[in-house]
């Protein structure tokens, strides 16, 4: 029992203040990350499933209205963040005009606060990208290229359905030369149907020759509702690769580039040292940082929430003229799935740590995913030591499947892309079939 009625009048809490300093400052500015989405190409590859169009033919000036609208409906809502990156995707931002892009960054700069040194990507292509638009590019504040390459053998370039050849990449990267550009991104892809070790070596010692500070390795799927499965299901492809091989792929990759002194940081990412990208810091790396999506198919986790533009294009301008922005979906993170979050995206950049789960959370992370950890342990998944949790050289390959055992109940089996725009025509569905029945 108490000695005494304790009689202080507690107005407020907690109540275990320090002095003012840049860790503890309430009107301190946000570090956030945009992204900017360009959903127009020259070609479509046969194997894209994104929300895109192809540039002939498209309305273009409609869709930069509404881009430019809706980054100017935030402007009053985003005065506490500052924008430390972007990003520039889509689609094929260097297919459209460079005046269209300079526009539209002319516009971010007007409505949100860039910091001046920020990193700020464009994705480019080998086919569209001309000497003239990366020029462009330097004036208009972009610094960092990521220029999609794919692979420099024709024969699986045809395969993939890429329009470019190896001859259009070399051009290409001899304009990045020319320019000198500091800061750039390779994508590679591998698991190519027909594809054989001998060719990811290729590809990849040809990479290391040029000795671009970062590169993205993704692996090739063939998803439901595109070309390339439509050519699959015709017999017009060569047979996928076992699971083993591509394990041998992921592995070759991964010790040829860290020989030559790139850092394997995330589950697709390589980079030589002090080239990271900024926007998967933000991003993935935990404790994730918010970022704002403009255009359709956007999405953004800012204030608490999750949420997503209309993909389909029409859908978005048609929301942003009647409401000044696209969102369609959206959701209010809970407490508990901000600390899933900790883990399911923080793990996809290889190691998460358990004091600063700690320090955010105020609970010890076994309390809630002390199964799952126990779990990953016991099958060499991911290693324990100290104050850190890191995936293990096993764990690294199976990172999709690790990331997921931290989902919450509500999350699980759930689309990671609940939206759809298909971008086959039913003249490629009759045409395939055609096909197939004739095999």
Same mark, same amino acid.
């Given at each position: 029992m108490y000695e005494k009625r304790d009689n202080e009048?507690?107005?407020?809490?907690?109540?275990?203040?320090?002095?003012?300093?840049?860790?503890?400052?309430?009107?301190?500015?946000?570090?956030?990350?945009f992204y900017v989405h360009i959903p127009f190409c020259s070609a479509i590859c046969d194997y894209c499933g994104f929300s895109i169009e192809k540039l002939k033919g498209a309305n273009t000036g409609s869709y930069l209205d509404c881009l430019l609208r809706e980054i100017a409906y935030y402007r009053d809502k985003l005065t506490n963040y500052q924008f430390i990156c972007g990003h520039f995707g889509g689609g094929t931002p260097s297919a459209v005009d460079s005046e269209f892009v300079a526009e539209v960054m002319r516009h971010l700069r007007a409505n949100l606060l860039i910091e001046s040194a920020a990193e700020v990507t464009i994705e480019v292509n080998p086919i569209s990208a001309t000497e003239a638009k990366l020029e462009s590019y330097l004036r208009d504040g972009f610094n960092r290229l990521s220029v999609g390459i794919q692979s420099f053998n024709d024969p699986q370039l045809?395969?993939?359905?890429?329009?470019?050849?190896?001859?259009?990449?070399?051009?290409?990267?001899?304009?990045?030369?020319?320019?000198?550009?500091?800061?750039?991104?390779?994508?590679?892809?591998?698991?190519?149907?027909?594809?054989?070790?001998?060719?990811?070596?290729?590809?990849?010692?040809?990479?290391?020759?040029i000795a671009p500070p970062h590169i993205s390795c993704f692996r090739l799927e063939v998803i439901p509702f595109t070309v390339l499965k439509l050519r699959e299901f015709a017999g017009l492809l060569p047979q996928r690769l076992?699971?083993?091989?591509?394990?041998?792929?992921?592995?070759?990759?991964?010790?040829?580039?860290?020989?030559?002194? %790139?850092?394997?940081?995330?589950?697709?990412?390589?980079?030589? =040292?002090? *080239?990271?990208s900024v926007h998967n810091k933000i991003a993935f790396t935990a404790p994730q940082g918010e970022y704002i999506g403009f255009g359709n198919s956007a999405y953004s986790y800012i204030n608490d929430a999750i949420y997503c533009n209309h993909a389909d294009i029409d859908a978005y301008t048609s929301a942003v003229v009647s409401a000044g922005n696209g969102i369609v979906l959206s959701k209010a993170v809970s407490s508990r799935e901000k600390m899933s979050r900790y883990f399911v995206l923080g793990l996809k950049f290889f190691e998460v740590s358990?004091?600063?789960?700690?320090?955010i959370f105020g609970i010890d992370p076994a309390y809630h995913f002390g199964d799952a950890l126990t779990k990953l342990a016991s099958e060499d998944l991911i290693d324990i030591q100290g104050d850190i949790y890191t995936l293990t050289k096993?764990?690294?390959?199976?990172?999709?499947?690790?990331?997921?055992?931290? %989902?919450?109940?509500?999350?699980?089996?759930?689309?990671?892309? =609940?939206? *759809?725009?298909?971008?086959?025509?039913?003249?490629?569905?009759?045409?395939?079939?055609?096909?197939?029945?004739?095999?």
């Amino acid at each position: 029992m108490y000695e005494k009625r304790d009689n202080e009048f507690i107005a407020w809490y907690p109540n275990s203040l320090a002095a003012i300093s840049d860790s503890n400052d309430p009107w301190k500015q946000k570090e956030a990350a945009f992204y900017v989405h360009i959903p127009f190409c020259s070609a479509i590859c046969d194997y894209c499933g994104f929300s895109i169009e192809k540039l002939k033919g498209a309305n273009t000036g409609s869709y930069l209205d509404c881009l430019l609208r809706e980054i100017a409906y935030y402007r009053d809502k985003l005065t506490n963040y500052q924008f430390i990156c972007g990003h520039f995707g889509g689609g094929t931002p260097s297919a459209v005009d460079s005046e269209f892009v300079a526009e539209v960054m002319r516009h971010l700069r007007a409505n949100l606060l860039i910091e001046s040194a920020a990193e700020v990507t464009i994705e480019v292509n080998p086919i569209s990208a001309t000497e003239a638009k990366l020029e462009s590019y330097l004036r208009d504040g972009f610094n960092r290229l990521s220029v999609g390459i794919q692979s420099f053998n024709d024969p699986q370039l045809k395969v993939m359905g890429r329009p470019h050849r190896q001859s259009d990449v070399e051009s290409l990267l001899s304009i990045i030369a020319k320019q000198k550009w500091i800061n750039w991104s390779v994508d590679i892809m591998f698991g190519i149907p027909g594809q054989t070790l001998k060719d990811v070596e290729g590809d990849i010692r040809r990479l290391i020759e040029i000795a671009p500070p970062h590169i993205s390795c993704f692996r090739l799927e063939v998803i439901p509702f595109t070309v390339l499965k439509l050519r699959e299901f015709a017999g017009l492809l060569p047979q996928r690769l076992s699971e083993q091989t591509l394990l041998e792929m992921q592995e070759l990759i991964t010790c040829m580039l860290e020989s030559a002194g %790139y850092r394997h940081y995330g589950a697709f990412n390589y980079a030589l =040292p002090g *080239f990271e990208s900024v926007h998967n810091k933000i991003a993935f790396t935990a404790p994730q940082g918010e970022y704002i999506g403009f255009g359709n198919s956007a999405y953004s986790y800012i204030n608490d929430a999750i949420y997503c533009n209309h993909a389909d294009i029409d859908a978005y301008t048609s929301a942003v003229v009647s409401a000044g922005n696209g969102i369609v979906l959206s959701k209010a993170v809970s407490s508990r799935e901000k600390m899933s979050r900790y883990f399911v995206l923080g793990l996809k950049f290889f190691e998460v740590s358990r004091s600063r789960f700690i320090d955010i959370f105020g609970i010890d992370p076994a309390y809630h995913f002390g199964d799952a950890l126990t779990k990953l342990a016991s099958e060499d998944l991911i290693d324990i030591q100290g104050d850190i949790y890191t995936l293990t050289k096993k764990g690294k390959y199976y990172v999709n499947n690790v990331c997921k055992e931290f %989902y919450t109940d509500e999350n699980k089996n759930r689309s990671q892309f =609940p939206q *759809f725009a298909p971008t086959i025509t039913r003249k490629q569905v009759e045409k395939y079939a055609s096909l197939a029945s004739q095999k």
